[in-house]
């Protein structure tokens, strides 16, 4: 059987009618920027997260450089995030102009650790970046306690939880602001890239709007140095049509994973995702941990099983971080996951028997 980590095809296949009509129509009338499938897709996808504004912008990566350089940044100003996340949520702290502070993460639910947080603080700390990894919200009660304290603002990293709920709160509606990615392989993934920015602040949302085009709203008229940032009318599009069929993606996810966690539970040298209390994630990824992960990989990738690590070099350990100068052993909790997570398939279409045969293999790989 050969069943890959994540396919996309299934869901673009049965969607392609509808996309392709709505993209007939847009290449007809050719209005490829702007228009009403941006303003519609805005509207949805705010809706969807519980938000007053949501801005379509040209990735997850602008999206986040897009809100944090609206909340404006002074040289030395410090932003807290994880240091097991996408390098995305961090390098764009520097390219807004501040620094990036590091910190581990919960050894159960792998979001960023809030007692680390309280650690970090500094009388240059101005917010924090906490990511909803995996598809599990981080721990927003705790953050949001530490933010109100020392007056920092908190911009979520949402590209891996849309819709996840935490205490009957969607992701991206707690912080001043948040950041989806609709990279294909997101829960929510466009043809090709795009990403949003929510927040309830009109003027937040007004300064994100400038800013994704020139810094102009008006045309030939430039209120600040801006970017090229939109997200173009075919994408918009797309993403309207596979918006509406979101949530029950997102429950086949849960499905799936409540059918994983059943399969391998008690198996010895299998460590199972955690869910901490009053979270609904949406299980963007199911990630175990294993000794000998690699070798693991390998005897799966044998049988025809795709796997991924999600992420094998904490960020503080990337070449791209080597001027911060944070050795080896700094991040107990997060160099510990990254020899040993391991990313099993996960999409909304796989099948019982698909599950049932990743579990075979993993528990006779492990076993061994
Ligand atoms: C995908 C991702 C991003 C970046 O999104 P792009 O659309 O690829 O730019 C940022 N943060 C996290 C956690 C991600 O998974």
Redesign the pocket.
């Known amino acids: 059987m050969e069943i890959p980590v994540v396919d996309l095809k299934a869901q673009n296949c049965a969607l392609a009618s509808e996309i392709l009509s709505l993209w007939e129509q847009i290449l007809r009338s050719a209005r490829f920027i702007g228009g009403e499938h941006i303003d519609g897709f805005e509207r949805e996808f705010a809706d969807a997260c519980g938000t007053r504004h949501a801005v379509a912008v040209s ?6 450089l897009l809100a944090l350089e609206a909340l404006g940044l002074e040289p030395g100003d410090e932003v807290i995030t994880p240091v097991n ?2 390098i ?2 961090s390098e764009v702290i520097a390219k807004a102009g501040g620094r990036v502070v590091f910190v581990d993460i919960d050894a159960r639910t792998y979001t960023i650790d809030p007692t680390k947080i309280v650690a970090a603080v500094t009388p240059r700390t101005k917010g924090i970046v906490p ?3 995996y598809g599990q919200m981080a721990d927003m009660a705790a953050i949001a306690a530490i933010a109100e304290k020392h007056h920092l603002w908190v911009v979520e ?1 949402a ?2 939880a849309h819709l996840a709920e935490y205490k009957g709160r969607k992701a991206g509606s707690i912080g001043i602001a948040a ?1 989806f ?3 294909p392989a ?1 829960n929510l993934g466009a043809c090709g ?3 949003a920015v929510t927040t309830d602040d009109a003027a937040l949302a007004a300064r994100v709007r400038t800013l994704r085009q020139h810094g102009s709203l008006r045309k030939y008229y430039h209120d600040f140095e801006g970017y090229n940032a939109r997200c173009d009318a075919l994408q918009a599009a797309a993403l309207r049509v596979k918006l509406a069929h979101l949530a029950e993606w997102n429950e086949a996810r849960r499905r799936h994973a409540q059918r994983y966690i059943e399969l391998l539970a008690g198996t010895d040298g299998i460590v199972l995702p955690a869910v901490a209390d009053g979270n609904l994630p949406v299980w ?1 990824l199911f990630v175990v941990q294993v000794e000998q992960r690699d070798k693991i990989a390998n005897a799966l990738a044998e049988n025809g099983i795709g796997t991924m690590m999600h992420y094998p070099v904490p960020l503080h350990l990337q070449k791209a971080y080597a001027h911060l100068e944070i050795p080896e052993g700094t991040f107990p909790v997060a160099e510990a996951c990254a020899k040993r997570v391991l990313s099993l398939p996960m999409f909304p279409e796989l099948t019982e028997a698909q599950i049932a045969y990743v579990c075979e293999n993993l528990k006779a790989v492990v076993a061994h």
């Open positions: 990735s997850g990566t602008s999206a986040l996340t996408f995305a949520t990511v909803h990894l990293d590209a891996q950041a990615s609709f990279y997101k890239d795009a990403g963007h």
